[in-house]
T-cell receptor, first 114, second 114 residues
Framework: DAGVIQSPRHEVTEMGQEVTLRCKPI?????LFWYRQTMMRGLELLIY????????DSGMPEDRFSAKMPNASFSTLKIQPSEPRDSAVYFC????????????FGEGSRLTVL | AQSVTQLGSHVSVSEGALVLLRCNYS??????LFWYVQYPNQGLQLLLK??????LVKGINGFEAEFKKSETSFHLTKPSAHMSDAAEYFC????????????FGKGTHLIIQP
């Protein structure tokens, strides 16, 4: 089975540009999480969805960040406008709530904002 | 609220020596506990997990961890380090079987000396 698929793997953009990160969770998983990883702050939970519904977005740093999950097989994380401090690795992870807690992670999207 | 503390951002051991990575957690209810490993430029991979039952859990690559409620600890060990064990290791906790995501520690970078 395919794992969690993220795209793009690498993104370099200039300050002020819009960035869209994409995630396809594992088929059958009903919860999806977006994490951000930086050297300074480690792994931070940004937002998560259960059955496509956003449950907790308290980790989203600012209004410049938004996330959607229009269906069970696709989610996006958008940053508009982007800033240099948004540079990080963004991970998507999914889980089946029928099982005991293991999150399956994608390979991550490395974002560099110049 | 839940939290994880990993003692030591960097741990260096000789090849063949014992590996001990420390993790202490805080949780108001019985936790589920995890260790993940991250190799350079990759996502996080589950090493092992504790949910209920036996407090000594075995994972992949020869790693094991013991849940000690009285010490609120979940330390990771491996009897004999291998060069391929060099990576970043994360301890994580959840209180709701993963439904609200995992809270991660800051990570420990394991260095293996030849």
């Amino acid at each position: 089975d395919a794992g969690v698929i993220q795209s793009p793997r690498h993104e370099v953009t200039e300050m002020g540009q819009e960035v869209t990160l994409r995630c396809k969770p594992i088929s059958g998983h009903n919860s999806l999480f977006w994490y951000r990883q930086t050297m300074m702050r480690g792994l931070e939970l940004l937002i998560y969805f259960n059955n496509n519904v956003p449950i907790d977005d308290s980790g989203m740093p600012e209004d410049r960040f938004s996330a959607k999950m229009p269906n069970a097989s696709f989610s996006t994380l958008k940053i508009q406008p982007s800033e240099p401090r948004d540079s990080a690795v963004y991970f998507c992870a999914s889980i089946s709530l029928a099982y005991t807690g293991e999150l399956f992670f994608g390979e991550g999207s490395r974002l560099t904002v110049l | 609220a839940q939290s994880v503390t990993q003692l030591g951002s960097h741990v260096s051991v000789s090849e063949g020596a014992l590996v001990l990575l420390r993790c202490n957690y805080s949780s108001s209810v019985p936790p589920y506990l995890f260790w993940y490993v991250q190799y350079p430029n990759q996502g996080l991979q589950l090493l092992l997990k504790y949910t209920t039952g036996a407090t000594l859990v075995k994972g992949i690559n020869g790693f094991e961890a013991e849940f000690k409620k009285s010490e609120t600890s979940f330390h990771l060990t491996k009897p004999s380090a291998h060069m391929s064990d060099a990576a970043e290791y994360f301890c994580a906790v959840t209180q709701q079987g993963g439904a609200d995501g995992l809270t991660f520690g800051k990570g420990t970078h394991l260095i293996i000396q030849p």
